[in-house]
């Protein structure tokens, strides 16, 4: 018998979800009862360590049909993601005993998953150090402060290695469930999963959702000077052994503090502020891209389409397609 467990732990667990994942699998379960096939999940279990955990102040609650400490052994655990805003640490603290359990269960065999910033009780337990892992792009300063011993890699929407899975932030721990169901019930389920759901398939980036503000949760005042200098002369052309000597630091020491304050390097970051600027006037003008092109201080097409896709994983007019509804063009 196999047994899945989605998790309902104490703080401020998102309780869509919590029951988004919930119909998912019972929707699985129910087209292979329709097709006389034997179940994946022999039971499928809301658990966690109180009796109701209340959110939204409690206008909405969940209760666990079982406590964690009744289950001694399971096939896969669901961590579900929290309300944004809350804080990390104080969810993290509030799921000791939950996490010991993630731990005894991974132990004994189960895999595990965190959906968004479920990812920080996950990454709390130790289970993804040295490991990929996802979660919603506006967590990544905060959980690379918490965890920089875990490999973060915000712009993928779904990690999978050791028996571990992760995913982006928001609706998109959709497209985990959907890839879970694939690798416990097959292909067909998961398209039929994905037209049930309407949530498209194989989504493997956040990139084009990525809104840069800057990663200034450091306390490098020198760096923090220069991200206000490269964010102020975005437009106009400077090298960073011109930013270092205004600085008074060399080359190499800046590179070092920007890396160890911002984990991008100088001219990483300028792009990134950069190509921010040009989104967005893709987002809302009629400027051509050679125009924005040379707005963001860029003067080599070619240049700027590949740092433009490098960072945002689409091509200038692909994304104005997809973001521009009164500027339509074809691409090839």
Not at 112 to 131: E, F, H, P, Q, R
């Amino acid at each position: 018998m196999k047994h899945l467990t989605i998790l309902v732990p104490d703080g401020h667990p998102n309780p869509i979800t919590i029951l988004s994942t919930f119909m998912a699998f019972v929707q699985a379960e129910k087209h292979r009862a329709m097709k006389k096939q034997k179940p994946v999940f022999d039971k499928i279990i809301l658990a966690g360590i109180s009796e109701t955990v209340s959110v939204f102040n409690g206008m909405f609650s969940v209760a666990p049909v079982a406590n964690i400490s009744e289950i001694t052994a399971t096939d896969l655990v669901i961590i579900p993601a929290f309300l944004p805003q809350t804080n990390p640490a104080q969810n993290i603290e509030l799921n000791k005993r939950t996490m010991e359990w993630i731990l005894h269960q991974y132990k004994n065999g189960a895999e595990v998953a965190s959906l968004c910033t479920g990812a920080y009780v996950l990454a709390a337990t130790g289970l993804v150090d040295d490991k990929k892992c996802s979660i919603h792009w506006n967590d990544t300063d905060t959980f690379r402060t918490m965890f920089p011993q875990v490999n973060l890699v915000a712009d993928q929407v779904i990690t999978h290695e050791y028996g571990i899975y992760t995913c982006g932030g928001a609706f998109s721990f959709m497209n985990l469930i959907i890839y879970l169901i694939e690798q416990y019930y097959g292909r067909e389920m998961a398209i039929l999963s994905s037209k049930l759901f309407q949530i498209d398939m194989d989504r493997s980036s956040q990139s084009p959702y990525i809104v840069f503000n800057g990663q200034k949760s450091h306390n490098d005042p020198v760096v923090l000077v220069a991200q206000e200098f490269i964010e102020k002369n975005a437009s106009n052309k400077f090298s960073v052994e011109e930013l270092a000597k205004e600085l008074a630091v060399s080359r190499r020491s800046l590179d070092r503090r920007f890396i160890k304050a911002t984990g991008n390097t100088p001219i990483e970051y300028c792009q990134r502020v950069k190509m921010e600027l040009a989104k967005k006037q893709l987002e809302s003008s009629r400027k051509t891209v050679q125009e924005i092109m040379y707005e963001v201080g860029y003067s080599d097409l070619n240049a700027f389409r590949e740092v433009f896709r490098k960072i945002t994983g689409l091509s200038p007019l692909e994304y104005r397609n997809k973001y521009n509804i009164n500027y339509q063009v074809i691409t090839n």
